[in-house]
């Protein structure tokens, strides 16, 4: 029985150092996504302008990156803040820790070079080598042409410098040892020519993460099937605004046409519109129509193509819990 005993108390002892050498490895070692590339990005007038679009209509950079104001509805940016950082995504959210969106302004990342940056936005790893939480969809981004990520490189080089100086990103454990685990060397891709075709719809939904959004996650886990909604955004007070159902299914946009598509996003981007002040318990939204209304349509016809594509959930999605 000694022995038997002994055995355990051994096999207990190797058992925690294999898992003390895993966690080191893992917290040390990790990310692995080589060294960022040696990279100067020319600042063209049309790269600066391709990247504008990009950042502030398609890949919603500025909208991330900014504060957003959640009093108006659709919770557009913050006057002043824009590229100024400091949205926190946390535990309120159903994140695994406190993930703040940095300053990505010349005040933020004057240091950094053009090979850092377009490490950090293809592969998830900053500066410093460490991971950052997908709440950027750098997976998303690693497939893109790399001449839209120079693009939006090249734009934000020229953001006016905004002083503001962030708190550090604090993962919960153990996401803090998992999260390393995440990023990985980009495979990049190229952005289709032709705007009617479905590469180019899934190429442009694809940049503007309509998937990220659309797909229920929790703990940045995916649960839902892709584009059926359901993902739920706590704004706090109790209440709680879900993403609808994309997929071609009656629950979801199966019905609509593309004329509808579209006006659904362009019903923002008349000059006249001006975001309404949202009460306490009145119906509010995370989707970001503001910024997305400047698609073109073009773009947006090419999406809504796509998502026709996509497999058909039957899903129906309660949008919105009021709080009290």
């Known amino acids: 029985m000694k022995t038997f005993f002994k055995f355990l108390g051994v096999l207990a002892i190797l058992l925690v150092v294999v898992v003390a050498g895993a966690m080191t490895y893992v917290k040390t070692m990790l990310p692995d996504v080589g060294p960022a590339p040696e990279l100067t990005v020319e600042r063209t007038s049309e790269r600066v302008a391709r990247g504008e679009y990009l950042a502030n209509h398609i890949m919603l950079c ?17 006057l002043g803040t824009l590229g100024a950082g400091g949205d926190v995504f946390d535990q309120r959210f159903g994140f695994p820790g406190k993930f703040v969106a940095r300053n990505i302004t010349p005040h933020g990342i004057g240091d950094w070079t053009d090979g ?61 040892f998992i999260i390393n685990t995440i990023p990985a060397k980009a495979e990049m891709g190229k ?3 032709n705007k009617s075709s479905l590469e180019y719809g ?44 994309i997929t071609p299914h009656e629950t979801g946009i199966g019905r609509w046409t593309e004329e509808q ?21 009145e119906f509010q939204t995370a989707m970001p129509w503001i910024m997305y209304a400047g698609m073109d349509t073009a773009d947006l016809s090419a999406i809504y193509r796509f998502l026709r594509t996509v497999p058909p959930v039957e899903n129906t999605v309660e949008r919105f819990t009021p709080g009290s």
């Open 62 to 78: 500025m909208d991330c990156h900014a504060v957003r104001d959640f009093s108006v509805f659709s919770g557009p940016p913050t």
């Open 116 to 176: 850092e940056l377009y490490r950090a936005i293809t592969t998830g790893v900053s500066k410093d080598g460490h991971a950052f939480f997908p709440i950027m969809p750098y997976k998303n981004y690693s497939k893109m042409d790399p001449e839209d990520i120079y693009a939006v490189i090249a734009y934000i080089r020229g953001l006016a410098p905004v002083v503001n100086d962030l708190p550090v990103s604090e993962p919960d454990f153990p996401f803090n």
């Open 191 to 193: 952005l289709p020519k």
């Open 202 to 245: 899934a190429y442009m939904a694809n940049a503007a993460g309509c998937n990220e959004c659309h797909t229920k996650q929790v703990k940045g886990e995916i649960v839902g099937e892709p584009y059926a909604g359901g993902f739920e955004f706590n704004l706090g007070g109790g209440t709680i605004v879900r993403s609808m159902n």
């Open 261 to 281: 598509f579209i006006a659904r996003f362009k019903a923002y981007a008349d000059s006249s519109y001006v975001p309404q002040p949202v009460k306490q318990g």
